[in-house]
């Protein structure tokens, strides 16, 4: 299959500013943070440039990014919802988190979440004061549903007040099931416990899978779902995210203060708009290459270094590999050692320190160097 989405050489990619490409050093090939070494949708250029060529800079106006995405969710999912009376627009996914949190729960109340996972999960509960409650994903990478249900009870800890989901899974790429969120729902409503489910890798998923929104399963009337544009469309320089809220918790979500649900950007909105209504070929494409290059880190890990493990899943341009096996005590020292940033498995969980997390969202080409330094660093 021919590259249309990855298709940028190396040497343009190093001309970027962005974190991905100016963190390290220029002779360490970054194969770390959720940026794609792509170029997002045609129309996103178009409207941007024409933006600029305006001098269109201002503020945003109207409820039409949350419409936006209400169409976007029934064309793609067949998950139905009102804008208007169950969304509010939020500056980023991460900020939403917490604004959003403020809003509901009492300050300095525990939240739940599944290690190993998105590192930036801690970082921001911890900004806003919460405290963490850590429910490990199973070995597999699924939510541990026996565990979960004692843990909102309180048996593991403080009692909860919220969970936050990471559906689809980053690092793991697990696409959790309508069976498994009805039974989060179920066991949330049980304990009370307000489920906010980040949903920004919800795009991002092949094919032979299917990506399920937490609000479209029944029993979920009081949780809330954030998500964005920015990660499947690789806009994250250009952030703004949006809230939807079951219809239990939809007239609380619409008394957020204004000061938060006007902080989404102008260009962020025209950005993510202009995505979800012309990015479907697009889409369809970049995930064709992402299971290529899982399959293809698969392959190749199999047979030049069997003792990294890595299943590749059905969602996300992350690849969570376990290099438990090679006896190498710090994998991503390692491999930095030999030139490569990938993200250290402690940033997701403090009982992965032998995992590491791989970003896929690159060409082939630039794929097989780091498997090179990989192999190099590992074997
Ligand atoms: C699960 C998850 N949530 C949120 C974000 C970041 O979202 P934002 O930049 O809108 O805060 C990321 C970025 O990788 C992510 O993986």
Known sequence: MDNVIFNIPLAELRQRGSQKWTHYPAEVLPAWVAEMDCRPPQRVTEVITRAMSLGDTGYSEGDWYAETLQTYAKRRWQWDFDAATQ???????????????????????????????????????????YEIIENDLTPEGRI?????????????????????????????????????????????????????????????????????????VAGTENGITITSASKAYNLPGMPAAVAVAGVNAAERLQTMSPAVTHAPSYFGILAQQAAWDHGDAWLTQLNLELEQNRQHLAARLAAELPTVSYTPNKSTYLAWVDCTATGVANPFQACLDQGLALTPGRAFSKRAPQFARVNLGTSLEILDLVIDKMVAALG
């Open 87 to 129: 969304a509010v627009g939020l500056p980023s996914v991460m900020h939403g988190i917490v604004h959003t949190l403020d809003h509901f729960v009492r300050p300095g109340s525990g939240v739940v979440i599944n290690p190993p996972v998105y590192a930036a999960f801690f970082s921001f509960l911890k900004l806003g004061q």
């Open 144 to 216: 541990d549903l026996a565990t979960l249900a004692d843990t909102f009870a309180g048996k593991s800890g403080s009692k909860p007040a919220a969970y936050l989901l990471c559906n689809p899974h980053n690092p793991h790429g697990t696409v959790h099931t309508r069976e498994e969120l009805a039974a989060v729902a179920a066991v949330a409503d049980e304990h009370d416990v307000l489920v906010i489910s980040d949903e920004i890798h919800g795009p991002l998923v092949d094919a032979s899978a299917t990506f399920v929104p937490y609000l479209d």
